[in-house]
């Protein structure tokens, strides 16, 4: 069961050191659509669309700064992907229109990361632990900076403030999102 394995017991390993089985691929995926707060679709296309513009690209395209957080017999409880280059003149991620009103924030800090945990892992340290080995990565690769966008009331906002990110800016209509950010 895996909400008997110790906290202490899980490790991050890099996504592509990781030997890819359907069912550590079906757990990467369960973790995402379980944490997301979009949870019906109204075709499996566009179910595949989310999965791709949150996940699926970063699996692709920057497979380097994907970890999962793994139990000893080989389970996934948690993933972060991420990308260090600066979104907002990165052709792939042109599709998501805030970035480009953050280009003076992105600027100075834009590596950016996805985390997520399975939640009978939560609260246990393990999201520090992946967003440590990300931060690591990005700074050795030459980010100024990294940066997370959330809902503004999130539960996940505290998260991010222990891990040294404070708000920059306040995006969309009713300025429900919030970049969170922090220099590396
Ligand atoms: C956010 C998350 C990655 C943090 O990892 P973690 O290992 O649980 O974090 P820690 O044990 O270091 O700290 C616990 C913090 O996690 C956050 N958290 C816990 N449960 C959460 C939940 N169900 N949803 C969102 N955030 C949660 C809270 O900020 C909590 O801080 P608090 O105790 O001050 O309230 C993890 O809780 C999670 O996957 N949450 C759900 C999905 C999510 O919000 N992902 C981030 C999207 S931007």
Redesign the pocket.
């Known amino acids: 069961m895996l909400n008997e394995v110790m906290p202490e017991a899980v490790n991050i390993r890099r996504y592509l050191d990781v030997t890819l089985t359907a069912e550590i691929e079906r757990g990467i995926d369960a ?1 995402f659509f379980e ?1 997301s707060n979009t949870k019906s679709f109204a075709t499996e296309q566009s179910r595949a669309a989310f999965r791709e513009r949150w996940l699926g690209r970063y699996l692709r395209d920057d497979p380097q700064f994907a970890y999962l957080a793994m139990t000893p017999p080989g389970d996934v409880v ?1 993933y972060l992907v991420g990308a260090v280059d600066d979104p907002a003149h990165a052709p792939r991620f042109a599709d998501i229109g805030f970035f480009a009103d953050l280009r003076g924030q992105t600027k100075q800090f834009p590596a950016h990361l ?6 009978e ?11 440590d080995r990300f931060l690591a990565d990005a700074k050795v690769q030459g980010a100024r900076g990294v940066h ?4 503004a009331g ?10 040294g990110f404070a708000e920059v800016a306040r995006i969309g209509p009713a300025r429900e999102l919030v970049f969170l950010a922090r220099a590396l």
């Open positions: 973790i944490s948690g996805h985390v997520n945990l399975a939640p892992f939560r609260n246990r340290g393990i999201g520090k632990q992946l967003v997370v966008v959330t809902s999130a539960l996940n906002v505290s998260f991010y403030n222990r891990n």
